[in-house]
């Protein structure tokens, strides 16, 4: 367990269907005997795919990933509402659908760039303190505030129109609602429109194709290999450039001194961003930015 503790880094899992996000989180404690987890981005029980699971003193990292960018697959069928707008939940309405693949198209485009939500009352949303799901399996439907969000682009993959049902890619920026935009869409076309099926694709800087399941992670484990698939902290600020200290100057900075250009090789000028932090032995020591011409820290990962 000791050996494991002092371990740090970032798995990408690829959570299975029918778990929540919390659920992969709490059998990760188990399996790695670390106290110490925190994931990205929540995922829905029906929903699989990436989510980022963070390790150690690496959970520092949880809400600031600078790559706020989700790619989705998802299923759907037309002519059919409910109230999760997911195939879960229960049916409101059904209705006779003929829409062809061009009108789908057509209308899933009026849904691409910075549009509006009303977040689903089964979502993970707090009003008053307590989540809209919460709320939901109460009974209660409470006012919402509509969100800004921002979708890129949306691809029709597919589409039976014998059947109504089909499936599209989706890339947004987190906050967005892949079952509302579905359903936004079926509003659109007159139709109805559920979520069948989702599956995240992309999140945090992972790729799905990088993740793992958590019977590959529990394998590791018993063959002792966890810090052979721990992703390195940093590849989760890969987009920021990098500053690299000396062993004289990785010693100041690691007590809180503030350094001047020359010392890390910048200039204030060159980005008003962060940077990527490496000690004398290569060692990621955080993020650090400048402020009124000084470099200093602005996350530890030491």
């Known amino acids: 367990m000791a050996d494991n503790e002092s371990i740090a880094g970032i798995l990408p899992v690829n959570k299975p269907q029918g778990w929540?996000?919390?659920d992969v989180v709490a059998k990760l404690r188990g399996v790695l005997k670390i106290k110490r987890l925190g994931h990205a981005g929540t995922l829905d029980p029906m929903a699989q795919g990436v989510l980022p699971v963070f390790v150690g003193k690496a959970t520092k990292a949880c809400d600031i990933l600078p790559d706020t960018r989700k790619e989705y697959t998802a299923g759907f069928r037309l002519g059919i509402t409910t109230d999760t707008l997911d195939i879960t939940g229960e049916v409101?309405?059904?209705q006779q659908s003929d829409i062809t693949f061009e009108q789908l198209e057509s209308a899933s485009e009026h849904f691409v760039g910075e549009i509006t939500q009303l977040p689903p009352m089964y979502s993970a949303v707090k009003v008053d303190g307590k989540r809209l799901y919460q709320l939901a399996r109460e009974g209660k439907t409470v006012e919402r505030t509509p969100r800004k969000c921002?979708?890129?682009?949306?691809?029709i993959l597919g589409f039976d129109r014998s059947t109504q049902q089909g499936e599209m890619k989706?890339?947004?920026e987190k906050g967005t609602y892949v079952r509302t935009v579905i359903d936004d869409i079926g509003r659109e076309l007159g139709s109805g429109a559920v979520m069948m099926s989702l599956v995240r694709t992309y999140s945090g800087g992972f790729d799905i194709k990088d993740c793992l399941t958590v019977e590959q992670i529990e394998e590791s484990c018993s063959q002792g290999r966890l810090a052979q698939i721990v992703m390195p902290t940093q590849k989760a600020f890969e987009m920021y450039s990098d500053v690299r200290l000396n062993e004289r100057l990785t010693a100041l900075y690691k007590n809180g001194v503030k350094l001047y250009e020359k010392?890390?090789?910048?200039?204030?000028?060159?980005?008003?961003g962060l940077y990527r932090v490496f000690g004398f032995d290569g060692g990621f020591l955080g993020l650090g930015r400048f402020e009124d011409g000084l470099f200093r820290?602005?996350?530890n990962f030491f």
Request: with cysteine; proline share 0%; charged share 20%.
């Open 263 to 272: 010392q890390v090789g910048k200039t204030s000028k060159d980005s008003s």
């Open 20 to 22: 929540t996000s919390f």
């Open 170 to 172: 989706i890339s947004c």
């Open 150 to 155: 921002v979708v890129h682009s949306i691809e």
């Open 92 to 94: 409101l309405r059904t």
């Open 297 to 299: 820290s602005f996350k």
